[in-house]
């Protein structure tokens, strides 16, 4: 059982920067897919980022593409989420998932652990 942890969420102004961390309690964490996920109020889950195993692929969401950048460090068994020139749309709670089996897409259903979220709220 992989449990994953998220913090560095908060209140930010539109336009500034934070960035997110995700920590896993696997050793053997560089094998995993992580992604970031997140929820605004009355939406559902959608991707925001993804990197497979050691960082061979990155991939975005359209919408935060340019903006946000997903990194891992796999001796500290972390991957981060630095997002920059954030606007008030991105205000979510957003989540860190991970699973050891890449199948080839981005998708909530594909995802076998979860964190439980960090607030991200941008004021405008």
């Known amino acids: 059982q992989v449990q994953l942890a998220e913090s560095g969420g908060g209140l930010v102004q539109a336009g500034g920067s934070l960035r997110l961390s995700c920590t896993a309690s696997?050793?053997?964490?560089?094998?995993?897919?992580v992604d970031w996920f997140r929820q605004a109020p009355g939406k559902e889950r959608e991707f925001v980022a993804g990197?497979?195993?050691?960082?061979?692929?990155?991939d975005y969401a359209n919408s935060v593409k340019g903006r946000f950048t997903i990194s891992r460090d796999n001796a500290k068994n972390m991957v981060y989420l630095q997002m920059n020139s954030l606007k008030p749309e991105d205000t979510a709670v957003y989540y860190c998932?991970?699973?050891?089996?890449?199948?080839?897409?981005?998708?909530?259903?594909?995802?076998?652990?979860w964190g439980k979220g960090t607030l991200v709220t941008v004021s405008s």
């Open positions: 998932a991970a699973t050891a089996t890449y199948r080839g897409r981005w998708s909530v259903d594909d995802m076998d652990y």
């Open positions: 696997e050793r053997a964490f560089s094998r995993y897919v």
């Open positions: 990197i497979l195993n050691y960082g061979a692929v990155i």
